[in-house]
T-cell receptor
């Protein structure tokens, strides 16, 4: 009965490959997010979706494409992986895109590019 | 350009004593602040928050203090317990930024038995 679940937990792949990370939440939340935690441990928002519509799209290479088939799912597809994409990617959700709504995070996907 | 800073990468405290974790921010538009706790191989978990209209918020052993003039907030844990050992992230947002939270780099707290 995990609230926000991401798969896979670990992903090791070669430079140039295309990969996807899946995220699902069973909290009934309207808004979902993708964050990247880099080597300096900063958590930086990448995308935010509200009811399947893109709300926030921070400065992220267009090799990263989020897809939300329904409000409970937000997948992240990455094309032509580069060494700098190695990081931990966290999915999160919140009840709505109002301020002051704490976000619920998944356990992260550790992506390693060889 | 770090808008949210946690200048202590790590902190060690004896069990039963007070833990004080600090956070500084630069953007005066920030009006809502949160603390998250993170265990290894898990996602951050919301701990406590404070709005800029307050200077203190308390929840059990956890208290957050906000000093707007200094652009500084702190998280106090009293008494500290070994289970509190984790990484603590400070995050901030502005009402006109929607849900765009800016996170600090975290402070690793170790509570020694």
């Amino acid at each position: 009965d995990t609230a926000v679940s991401q798969t896979p937990k670990y992903l090791v792949t070669q430079m140039g490959n295309d990969k996807s990370i899946k995220c699902e939440q069973n909290l009934g939340h309207d808004t979902m997010y993708w964050y990247k935690q880099d080597s300096k441990k900063f958590l930086k928002i990448m995308f935010s979706y509200n009811n399947k519509e893109l709300i926030i799209n921070e400065t992220v290479p267009n090799r990263f494409s989020p897809k939300s088939p329904d409000k409970a799912h937000l997948n992240l597809h990455i094309n032509s992986l580069e060494l700098g994409d190695s990081a931990v990617y966290f999915c999160a959700s919140s009840p709505r895109t109002a301020p002051n709504q704490p976000q619920h995070f998944g356990d992260g996907t550790r992506l390693s590019i060889l | 350009d770090q808008q949210v800073k946690q200048n202590s990468p790590s902190l060690s405290v004896q069990e039963g004593r007070i833990s004080i974790l600090n956070c500084d921010y630069t953007n005066s538009m920030f009006d809502y602040f949160l603390w998250y706790k993170k265990y290894p191989a898990e996602g951050p978990t919301f701990l406590i928050s404070i709005s800029s209209i307050k200077d203190k918020n308390e929840d059990g052993r956890f208290t957050v203090f906000l000093n707007k003039s200094a652009k500084h907030l702190s998280l106090h844990i009293v008494p500290s317990q070994p289970g509190d050992s984790a990484v603590y992230f400070c995050a901030a947002s502005a009402h006109n930024y929607g849900q765009n939270f800016v996170f600090g780099p975290g402070t690793r707290l170790s509570v020694l038995p």
